[in-house]
């Protein structure tokens, strides 16, 4: 059974820093493709980011190029998505996914078999 734990959401004002950590259970973590997803209310989920298994090659959505960065720790089996300079529009629920047998899943959420539970973040003064 593979398990996706989301962590380190909550409230933060404009121009704020979260870090969100997702821990990956049941399988060996090297061979999973991994990413970042968000679901704002009343829009469909989006891409937010992607890391290959060998956590090269982060592939950002152009929102949030250059304010979150993406990384993942083996020995945790963690990923880790560090937001910076958070904007009102940040606001959504935030979902770690995993594309196992992938080398990367990219931005299309088919490739992605498991999913956590997602986790809120609200960027408001």
């Known amino acids: 059974q593979v398990q996706l734990v989301e962590s380190g959401g909550g409230s933060v004002q404009p121009g704020g820093s979260l870090r969100l950590s997702c821990v990956v259970s049941?399988?060996?973590?090297?061979?999973?493709?991994m990413g970042w997803f968000r679901q704002a209310p009343g829009k469909e989920r989006e891409f937010v980011v992607a890391?290959?298994?060998?956590?090269?090659?982060?592939y950002y959505a152009d929102s949030v190029k250059g304010r979150f960065t993406i990384s993942r720790d083996g020995a945790k089996s963690t990923i880790y998505l560090q937001m910076n300079s958070l904007k009102p529009e940040d606001t959504a629920v935030y979902y770690c996914a995993a594309a196992p047998d992938r080398f990367f899943g990219g931005r299309d959420d088919n490739n992605y078999s498991y999913w956590g539970q997602g986790i809120q973040v609200t960027v408001s003064s």
């Open positions: 890391i290959s298994r060998s956590g090269g090659s982060p």
């Open positions: 049941g399988r060996t973590f090297s061979t999973y493709a």
